[in-house]
């Protein structure tokens, strides 16, 4: 049999290599997407239609080797997208939601098994989980969807319209970039641009290893944010005429400042780099994290940092070509000094996402969506922690907002993220509120918190 030529990876793609290398039981960047599907599954049918989804998206059957000029992707059959079925009579949701965080959680043989798994767990003939699982380095959260979408449409005989491009594509491009005059521009832009800030920290539950290679450890918590908040925000955005994504960013930077006592600082904001319609449906690492600068004086307000975030954002996706994993220099993988510690993104699906958009839409009532002739509602299952210290998502749908906050629990207790969650909270509803004052001005710590705080001090304590 003729092994098939190696491809050349991305300059992400080629971090996450080294990081696989580093930790290669980690689940950190495992990528996984779920849903609950009620309706009779034919299991003969959904393998056919996992097949064709291979064969769609040849990344899903890659494995991965050290070639004579670096590391390279090697295409595969489609039998490394492997279907694994479960049975589970009688599961509750929370235990059928606990089979598939833990399929999720099983490490990638990446030079070997391959990067994609997809797996059924049924409760009955007609009540059964669907996941797709699928290591980072091929795969990012816009892809997850698009795999399951492409997956129900194949299975209902409605098969997607071909690609007009593929993810190898997407690295001849990227080359292309890094091979012209223009890295040495964006090169020294992304330098200049943060000069003089460090990453963004939080005061820890527990030191940092002085020889860590990582923190790959992690856990999620998450918070529905008041529905009567929702529509403040958008009004708040609206008035000080910013986006959504810059009020809430803008307030997440105000929260870091906070809490750390840093006047400037660096947070990473992971942005699709799906350019032009082509590449809208490929499935690939199609991600890169930028660095985003923020910075306040004693006087700076919750309009005045959405603002700034606003226009650093901006300016920074005008020089998105760069690959955030070059922004290290010459040691460009190493995660001991890395250009940011932490990072905060938003999922707004859209009608270009329409299978999304529905489970999400649905599940801000708890209720179900109908695609491809079946019933399905989103499954949240945990992914991608421990990539950095604190990973905020913000879920968005029609009317709800969720902030989930992702950690790495080397670092962190589950209470001290918690505590920070509703801190954020605090600081949305005070930029809703009164967006003209000063960041530093509203209480987080509420008299209850206080006076136990107080009483630690008190005289009958010693």
């Not at 690295?171 to 005059?181: F, N, T």
């Not at 604190?390 to 992702?406: C, H, P």
């Amino acid at each position: 049999m003729t092994t098939a030529p190696g491809r050349p990876l991305s300059v992400g793609q080629e971090a996450l290599w080294f990081l696989y290398r580093m930790a290669p039981e980690s689940p950190a960047y495992n990528v996984q997407a779920a849903l609950r599907v009620r309706g009779p599954l034919d299991e003969s049918r959904l393998r056919h239609a996992l097949h064709a989804l291979a064969e769609r998206h040849d990344v899903l059957c890659s494995t991965f080797t050290e070639g004579p000029g670096g590391p390279e992707r090697v295409p595969g059959p489609p039998a490394l997208l492997p279907l694994e079925v479960m049975d589970a009579p009688g599961a509750t949701d929370d235990e059928l939601t606990r089979l598939v965080a833990e399929f999720g959680r099983l490490p990638f043989d990446l030079t070997a098994e391959g990067t994609s798994r997809a797996l059924l767990v049924r409760r009955s003939p007609t009540d059964a989980v669907l996941a797709v699982c699928t290591h980072h380095i091929v795969s990012d959260a816009t892809s997850q969807w698009l795999l399951l979408q492409d997956l129900l449409d194949l299975y209902a005989h409605q098969p997607p319209p071909p690609l007009k491009h593929t993810f190898d594509d997407y690295v001849a491009e990227e080359q292309c970039v890094l091979g012209s005059a223009r890295r040495a521009e964006l090169a020294s832009f992304w330098k200049d641009f943060c000069a003089g800030a460090p990453a963004g920290e939080l005061p820890t539950d527990r030191p940092r290893a002085a020889a860590e290679a990582g923190v790959l450890h992690g856990a999620t918590c998450e918070l529905r944010l008041p529905d009567e908040l929702v529509p403040r925000l958008r009004e708040t955005a609206r008035r000080t005429k910013v986006t959504g994504f810059a009020l809430l960013l803008g307030v997440f930077q105000s929260l870091v400042h906070r809490y750390g006592g840093r006047r400037d600082f660096l947070i990473g904001t992971p942005t699709t780099t799906r350019s032009g319609p082509g590449m809208r449906q490929v499935v690939g690492y199609l991600v890169n994290t930028l660095v985003v600068p923020a910075h306040f004086t004693p006087g700076t307000t919750f309009a005045q940092a959405a603002g700034a975030a606003q226009r650093q954002v901006m300016t920074a996706m005008r020089n998105i070509a760069f690959p955030y994993a070059l922004l290290a220099g010459e040691d460009p993988y190493s995660t001991r000094n890395p250009p940011v510690r932490m990072a905060f993104t938003m999922v707004a699906p859209t009608r270009l996402e329409p299978l999304l958009q529905r489970v999400t839409e649905a599940a801000a009532t708890g209720g179900t969506a109908r695609y491809a002739g079946l019933d399905v509602a989103f499954v949240d299952v945990p992914m991608l922690e421990g990539q950095f210290d604190i990973s905020v998502e913000m879920r968005q749908s029609g009317t709800t907002l969720t902030a989930v906050f992702r950690y790495a629990t080397d670092l962190f207790d589950e209470s001290t993220v918690r505590r920070l969650l509703d801190h954020y909270v605090q600081l949305l509803t005070a930029a809703v509120d009164r967006p003209g004052d000063p960041v530093t001005g509203p209480a987080l710590v509420r008299a209850g918190e206080l006076d136990s705080l107080l009483a630690l001090g008190a005289d009958d304590d010693w």
